[in-house]
């Protein structure tokens, strides 16, 4: 989560872990670079060579992009689905990164986002929104708390 937020920020984390006087690491680090290493492996597309945005952090999570796709890295579902504000662009696919389906109905008022409960992950649900236009250039817009 701190590092999807860090991201969707613009951000870089560092992970500060420092051998012991042997050169060891610290097997609880160990294991905690591990499981970075594992969630990486399945949503990196949404993390290397991003930027954050367009949609702003907020109570749902962050956002990041590249080319015409939108991640965006769910860490609270408000009411089971998530409301976006209007995009000036048409959402062609919506799907969960690490496998499983989303659904992105897009009105004139905003994009509604749903995936169902045995979809989502515990810890950050990555949604691709592909878009039919690249994203840079896009003004930044904030997602209304819910």
Do not use: C, F
Not at 31 to 57: A, D, M, V
Not at 131 to 143: E, F, I, Q, T, Y
């Amino acid at each position: 989560r701190l590092l999807a937020r860090v991201v969707g920020r613009d951000g870089n984390l560092l992970l500060n872990v420092g051998p012991r006087p042997d050169g060891r690491i610290d097997p609880p680090q160990v294991e905690r670079l591990l499981e970075i290493g594992e969630w990486l492996r399945r949503h990196g597309e949404s993390i290397y060579g991003t930027r954050g945005g367009p949609l702003l952090p907020g109570d749902y999570g962050v956002s990041t992009h590249r080319g015409n796709k939108i991640y965006l890295h769910v860490l609270q579902w408000p009411d089971g689905k998530l409301i976006l504000p209007p995009l000036p662009a048409r959402v062609l696919r919506a799907s969960v990164l690490a496998g499983g389906r989303a659904q992105a109905l897009q009105r004139e008022d905003g994009i509604e986002i749903a995936v169902d409960a045995d979809g989502r992950e515990a810890i950050d649900t990555v949604v691709v929104l592909e878009l039919d236009r690249p994203v840079s250039g896009m003004k930044s817009v904030a997602v209304p708390a819910r």
